[in-house]
C-alpha cells in the first residue's frame, strides 16, 4: 500500500515537473545570440572538462545516453531535443539555469559556457556555426571591467568601462557587478552586487576573516551581472594578497592514539616496549637456568 | 581421607600416579573420535577460508559473533592457571598440590587454542604476519597477541618445570613403559637427580613464574575486556569491564578444573589423591569466585539501569524483557545464582554434585559471553535500517557451529595427550609432602 | 588539470587517471628506498661533476648502503612511482593543506536515495552495502520524523583508526579516514568501535569480482573491493584529486550536500554548484554534529530539519533481499 502511495506521488510530481520544464520558454531575443568567437578543437576541449566536471553527473556522458533519473530528464544533449536548439538558446538555458538545473551565471565565465556548447556541437556534424558576433555587429553595451586594490580603505575597487560605437571608452554607469573569490570547487560571490556609480566604480568590502592562502594571497574576480544577457562582458581577473594569511597544520600532526605506527605517544611506545622487555627477558632467564639443570654436577650426600 | 599417610611408600606412590600412562584401547577409541571429529569441523573451516566469513552468520551490524564469544570464553578459561598456581600457590595453600597440574594443563591447552579461535575471526587469516610486521603499540589487540603469547609461554614453563623431577622418576622406577617413551623423559628430566643445587635452580624459577604469572595472567583478560571496553557502544563501555571479565574467568576456569578433577579421578582411579576434601575445597573456591562474578554483575546492570542513558535503557530491556530475555535469565540464575545457593551447602560439594554444577556453571559461562557480545552489537546508537533481515537479527550458520566447535575438540585432545603421557598429579612434590624426604637416584 | 581526456566510460577512465598522473610529483620522504637509490645514483655523478650549478640548499639523504650523504637540493630528482605503488602513496599523503568538510541540510532531503546508487555504483557496492545510508530519523515521540543521510563522519579523533591492530585504516593530512584494503586482516575492531555504525565489511566475493580482477587497486576509490576486508565512504578521495565533487554530493537531486575545504571556509553544493561561506552557513542554520558527546569530532555537519515544505515518506521499499 504505501509503496503504492509513493509511486502515485512520484508519478504526479513527475507530470507536474514534465509540464513545467516544457514551459521553459527563452525569450526570442536570447535565442538570436551568437558566440563572440568561432569554436576551436582547443576550446571544445576545454569544453570538454567543463562538461565532464559541471554537466556529466546529471547529463550523462555524452552519446551514451546515460543521464541521471531525474526529473524532469536531463536528456543526452548530442541527441535532436538539445542539438536543434540555436547557440543563444543553450547558453541562455545553462546561464540561469532551472531547478533542479544549476544556474551556472555565476560559477562559469561567459567564455566557459560557450566552450561547452563548443564541445555539444562537436557532436552535431550538421551544425555550422554562425558568424560570431563582432563588437561592430553587437547593438547592446559593451562592457569591460577592471579591477585594483585599495590598501588604505581595505576595499577592492572596480571600475566598469564602457566602449562607445564610435570606439571611445567612457566610464560605464549602473552596472551591476558581482565579486567573487576562487575556492577548490567554486567561486565564493562577496558581499551583495554593487551598481557602478557615474564614475563607473563599483566598491567592495573585502572580509578581513576570509582565508587566503599562507601569504594571503586569494584569486580574485569581478563579473556584471546580466541576467538578461543583454550585454557583452568581459570581467577582470586578479591575485591579490588580501585574504587572512591561513597555514592550518596538517589534520595528523602530534602523536595520538589514532596515529599511525611511527607518530604513537611516546609513553605507549615505551611502556609496550620495556613491559615485553622485561617479562621476556625473565622468561629468557628461567629457560638459561632450565638448560643449566643439566649441567650441575651429581654430588654424592 | 581414606588413607593414613604413612600408608603412602614411595614405590606405590609412583605407581599409583603413573599406572594410567599407557596406550590402551579407551584411549585409542576416545583419541579416534576426538580426531575425526575435529577433522568434520576443519571440512567446515575450508568451506570459510574458501568463500569467506559470510559462510557465518555475522554481517555488517553483529560483526562479532561466536567465534569472539568463544575466544572470550577461552581465554578466561584459560586463567584458572594463574589463580590456582600463582595466586593461591603464592599464600601457601598445601591442599593444591594435586591439582596444580591439571589447572596448568587446562592453562595451556585454552590459551594455545585460544590463539587459533581468533585467527578463526579473521576475514584475511593469511594476514596474520601482518599484526607482527606493523603492529601498532595503540592497538588493544596486540597487547592481546604480545599477553597471551606471554602467558601462553609462562604457562607452559609453569607446567614443565614441576615434571622433570616426575621424568627423572619415571624414567628410572617405571619399567613397563613402552620402549619408545623412555628416551624422550630422559630428555625431559635433563640429568634430574634430586641434587639440591638443582632443586634450587627449580625452586627458584617456579617462584618466579608464580609472580610474573599474575600480572600476565590478569593482562590477558583485561586486555581482552578492553576489545569491547575501548568503545562506546552500550553495554560495553564500562570501566569495570576488567575485573568483571577476570572474575567471570576465575568462574569458568575454576568449574572447568573441577570437571577435570572428576574425570581424572574416576578414569585414572586417584580417589587416593584426589579425595572429597580437594571437591570441598574446590567448591568453595568456586562459590567464593561466583559471589565475586555475582558482584560485577550487580554493578554491571543496576548502575546503568539506574540513569537509563537512551542507548543503555534499549540494551537492557532487550536483556532483562526483550529478545534476550530467555537465554539472559537462564545463563545469571541458572549459572551463577542457583549454583552459589546450592554450593553454600557441604553435601552439594561432594564429588559428583559439584561436577555437575561445574558443567552448568561452565555452559553458563559461554553463553555469558554471548550475551555480552552480541546483543550490543545489535541495538547500536543509530538505527538499522535498509538492510536485509539477516543483517539486523544475527543467527549462526551450521559451518560457524562446527568452526565454534573445533577448538573445544582440540582442547581436549590437547588435555587428553598431556594427561595420558604425564602424571596428572605431581609425583615427586606428593611424595615430599607425605614425608618421603629423599629418593634413592643411581 | 588533465587535458587528454575524450569520452569514455567511467570504468576506462580509471585506467586512464594512473597513466596521467604518471608525471604527479612525489614529495620526498627522506628514508624511501626509491629516492635512496636515486640519491645514490646522483651523489656518485655529484663526486664526478663537482662544479655544476648549486642553489645552496644541501639535503640530507639515507642511501640504500645505510650512508647520509649530502645532496644539492636541485640534484634531487624523484624517481617516478607508478600504478599501485603511486596509488597506495598518494593515498596516504592526501592533498595537501586541505581539511575537507561535509554539510548535509536535512531540512533538503526528500529520501531520493540518488546519493546511495551513485556511491555503489562507483565503490563496486551490493544493494545491502552502504557508504552512505539514508535512515529515517524520530529523536522523541512529540517530534517530526525526517531523513538523515549517513556516512562516515571522518572524525578528528577517530575510534575506528585508534583501534586497528595494522595501520591498514589510518587518517590523512587532509582528514579523510581511508582504509588499505590489500593491509586489513579483517578483525572488524574498526566496525565495533565506529559508534556511527559507518563501516561495512565484505562477508562474500565482492560485487562483479570477475570484471574487476587485475585492475590496479585504487585505496583512495577501495576498488577493486577485496573480500574478508573493510570498507566505507571516503569522502570520494579519487574525486577530489581530480577537482570534483564526491559521487553523492553530486548526485543528490535537492540540494542537501554541500562539499569544500574548512581551511578555505567554503563549501559548494553540490546540487546547484553555489559556493557559500561555510561559517556562515553553519552559524546561520544552526549546524550542529552527530555525537558530539562521544569526542569523536566529526568532519561532518547536519543542519537541522527545518521548515521541510515536503512529506516524510515512510521508505518501506528500499531493504534488498537477503545477502
Not at chain 1, 632467564?285 to 649441567?295: F, G, H, M, Q
Not at chain 2, 578492553?226 to 568462574?251: E, I, K
Not at chain 2, 565454534?404 to 596428572?424: E, H, Q
Not at chain 3, 567554503?266 to 542554520?285: C, F, I, Q, Y
Request: hydrophobic share 45%.
Amino acid at each position: 500500500m504505501r509503496f503504492i502511495n509513493l509511486f502515485i506521488i512520484l508519478y504526479v510530481c513527475s507530470i507536474g515537473m514534465t509540464v513545467s520544464a516544457q514551459t521553459w520558454v527563452v525569450p526570442d531575443d536570447q535565442k538570436t545570440v551568437v558566440a563572440p568567437f568561432l569554436f576551436t578543437p582547443e576550446m571544445q576541449k576545454q569544453g570538454e572538462q567543463i562538461y565532464l566536471k559541471n554537466c556529466q553527473s546529471c547529463h550523462g556522458l555524452m552519446g551514451k545516453d546515460n543521464w541521471a533519473k531525474l526529473t524532469p530528464p536531463p536528456g543526452d544533449l548530442s541527441k535532436e531535443l538539445a542539438q536543434k536548439q540555436p547557440d543563444g538558446e543553450l547558453f541562455y538555458r545553462i546561464t540561469v539555469g532551472k531547478a533542479p538545473m544549476p544556474e551556472f551565471r555565476n560559477i562559469l565565465s561567459e567564455d566557459e559556457r560557450w566552450w561547452v556548447i563548443a564541445y555539444m556541437r562537436s557532436y552535431n556534424p550538421k551544425y555550422i556555426q554562425p558568424n560570431p558576433a563582432t563588437k561592430a555587429s553587437f547593438a547592446g553595451r559593451i562592457v569591460t571591467l577592471d579591477m585594483k586594490y585599495d590598501d588604505l580603505g581595505k576595499k577592492v575597487v572596480v571600475t566598469a568601462n564602457e566602449e562607445l560605437k564610435d570606439g571611445q571608452s567612457v566610464h560605464a554607469a549602473g552596472v551591476e557587478v558581482a565579486l567573487f573569490v576562487k575556492r577548490f570547487f567554486g567561486k565564493l560571490q562577496v558581499g551583495e552586487l554593487k551598481t557602478t556609480n557615474d564614475k563607473g566604480l563599483a566598491i567592495f568590502e573585502f572580509p578581513a576573516d576570509l582565508p587566503g592562502n599562507k601569504e594571503g594571497y586569494v584569486e580574485v574576480s569581478a563579473m556584471v551581472n546580466d541576467p538578461k544577457n543583454i550585454m557583452k562582458t568581459t570581467g577582470a581577473i586578479a591575485t591579490l594578497a588580501i585574504g587572512k594569511p591561513t597555514d592550518m597544520p596538517s589534520l595528523t600532526e602530534g602523536r595520538a592514539w589514532w596515529a599511525t605506527r611511527g607518530k604513537a605517544p611516546v609513553w605507549i611506545i615505551l611502556t609496550y616496549t620495556l613491559s615485553v622487555i622485561i617479562v621476556w627477558g625473565f622468561i629468557f632467564y628461567i629457560v638459561y637456568s632450565i638448560l643449566k639443570i643439566r649441567k650441575v654436577k651429581k654430588i654424592n650426600l | 581421607m581414606t588413607m593414613d599417610d604413612n600408608q603412602f611408600t614411595f614405590d606405590k606412590i609412583t605407581s599409583d600416579l603413573t599406572h594410567h600412562i599407557r596406550i590402551n584401547k579407551g584411549f585409542l577409541i576416545w583419541m579416534g573420535f576426538l580426531t575425526v571429529s575435529l577433522m568434520v569441523c576443519l571440512y567446515a573451516y575450508s568451506i570459510q577460508l574458501r568463500t569467506g566469513l559470510g559462510v557465518a552468520g555475522i554481517r555488517d551490524y553483529v560483526t562479532w559473533g561466536m567465534y569472539l564469544a568463544n575466544f572470550v570464553f577461552f581465554v578466561a578459561a584459560s586463567l584458572i592457571g594463574m589463580l590456582i598456581s600463582a595466586v593461591l600457590g603464592l599464600i601457601g595453600m598445601k591442599w593444591l598440590t594435586p591439582i596444580t597440574r591439571i589447572a596448568e594443563t587446562i592453562a595451556v591447552a585454552f590459551a594455545a587454542v585460544a590463539g587459533l579461535v581468533i585467527v578463526s575471526d579473521m576475514g584475511r587469516p593469511e594476514r596474520l604476519v601482518y599484526v607482527f610486521l606493523y603492529g601498532r603499540p595503540q592497538s588493544p589487540i596486540l597487547w592481546d597477541v604480545t599477553v597471551i603469547t606471554t602467558y601462553l609461554v609462562l604457562s607452559l614453563l609453569l607446567l614443565f618445570l614441576p615434571l622433570i623431577a616426575d621424568m627423572a622418576i619415571i624414567h628410572r622406577k617405571v619399567d613397563r613403559l613402552p620402549s619408545w617413551l623412555k628416551p624422550i623423559y630422559k630428555v625431559l628430566s635433563l640429568n634430574f637427580t634430586d641434587n639440591p643445587q638443582q632443586n634450587k635452580i627449580i625452586n627458584r624459577a617456579i617462584r618466579t613464574l608464580l609472580i610474573l604469572l599474575i600480572p600476565a595472567a590478569l593482562s590477558i583478560h583485561t586486555v581482552t575486556s578492553w576489545l569491547f571496553a575501548v568503545t562506546s557502544r552500550a553495554g560495553w563501555d564500562s570501566t569495570v569491564f576488567g575485573p568483571y571479565f577476570v572474575s567471570g574467568a576465575f568462574v569458568a576456569g575454576s568449574a572447568a578444573v573441577i570437571i577435570a578433577m572428576f574425570f581424572f579421578r574416576k578414569n585414572y582411579k586417584l580417589q587416593n589423591y584426589l579425595t572429597d576434601l580437594h571437591f570441598n575445597n574446590m567448591g568453595k573456591v568456586l562459590a567464593t569466585v561466583s559471589l565475586v562474578y555475582l558482584y560485577f554483575n550487580i554493578n554491571e546492570f543496576l548502575v546503568p539501569g539506574y540513569k537509563l542513558k537512551r542507548a543503555d535503557a534499549v540494551h537492557l530491556h532487550e536483556l532483562f524483557a526483550g529478545k534476550d530475555t530467555l537465554l539472559f535469565w537462564v545463563v545469571q540464575i541458572g549459572g551463577l545464582i542457583l549454583p552459589i545457593l546450592f554450593m553454600l551447602f557441604h553435601r552439594f560439594r561432594k564429588p559428583l554434585p559439584i561436577m555437575l554444577i561445574s558443567v552448568a556453571v561452565l555452559i553458563a559461562a559461554w553463553f555469558k559471553r554471548y550475551i555480552i557480545v552480541i546483543p550490543t552489537q545489535e541495538h547500536p546508537f543509530l538505527p538499522i535500517q535498509h538492510v536485509p533481515q539477516n543483517f539486523v537479527h544475527y543467527s549462526p550458520t551450521l559451518i560457524e557451529t562446527m568452526i565454534t566447535i573445533a577448538p573445544f575438540i582440540l582442547v581436549l585432545i590437547i588435555i587428553t595427550l598431556i594427561s595420558k603421557f604425564f602424571p596428572v598429579i605431581p609425583l615427586h612434590e606428593t611424595a615430599r609432602e607425605k614425608g618421603i624426604e629423599h629418593f634413592k637416584f643411581d | 588539470m588533465d587535458d587528454n581526456n575524450t569520452p569514455h566510460s567511467p570504468d576506462e577512465s580509471e585506467d586512464q587517471k594512473n597513466s596521467t598522473r604518471r608525471n604527479f610529483l612525489k614529495n620526498l620522504g627522506l628514508a624511501g628506498v626509491g629516492v635512496a637509490t636515486g640519491a645514490a645514483a646522483l651523489y656518485s655523478g655529484h663526486i664526478f661533476e663537482a662544479k655544476k650549478e648549486v642553489s645552496g640548499d644541501q639535503k640530507v639523504l639515507l642511501t640504500q648502503d645505510g650512508k647520509l650523504v649530502q645532496v644539492d637540493s636541485l640534484e634531487i630528482k624523484a624517481l617516478e612511482k607508478t600504478g599501485e605503488e603511486l596509488l597506495i602513496s598518494q593515498g596516504r599523503e592526501g592533498i595537501p593543506g586541505r581539511r575537507w568538510v561535509l554539510v548535509i541540510d536535512l531540512s533538503k532531503c526528500r529520501n531520493a536515495r540518488k546519493c546511495i546508487s551513485a556511491c555503489q555504483d562507483a565503490h563496486q557496492l551490493r544493494p545491502e552495502q552502504y557508504h552512505v545510508n539514508v535512515l529515517q530519523m524520530k529523536d522523541a515521540p512529540g517530534t517530526a520524523p525526517y531523513n538523515m543521510p549517513k556516512h562516515c563522519q571522518h572524525c578528528d579523533n577517530p575510534p575506528c583508526v585508534s583501534v586497528c591492530p595494522v595501520d591498514a585504516t589510518y587518517k590523512r593530512p587532509d582528514g579523510i579516514v581511508l582504509i588499505d584494503n590489500d593491509r586489513c586482516i579483517g578483525c572488524r575492531f574498526c566496525m565495533a568501535a565506529c559508534p556511527y555504525s559507518a563501516r561495512i565489511f565484505n562477508w562474500i566475493e565482492p560485487k562483479d569480482a570477475a570484471s574487476h580482477q587485475g585492475k590496479d587497486y585504487n585505496v583512495e576509490l577501495n576498488v577493486p573491493q577485496k573480500l574478508g576486508t573493510i570498507s566505507k565512504c571516503l569522502f570520494s578521495a579519487d574525486r577530489l584529486r581530480e577537482g570534483k565533487l564526491p559521487y553523492c554530493v553530486e548526485a543528490c537531486p535537492n540540494g542537501v550536500y554541500y562539499f569544500g575545504d574548512e581551511n578555505e571556509d567554503a563549501v559548494t553544493n553540490g546540487t546547484t554548484k553555489e559556493t557559500v561561506r561555510l561559517s556562515k552557513l553553519l552559524r546561520d542554520n544552526g549546524g550542529y554534529q552527530l555525537m558530539p558527546e562521544l569526542g569523536t569530532k566529526p568532519r561532518v555537519y547536519y543542519l537541522p530539519p527545518k521548515n521541510r515544505l515536503f512529506p516524510f515518506e515512510e521508505a518501506g521499499d528500499a531493504t534488498p533481499e537477503k545477502a
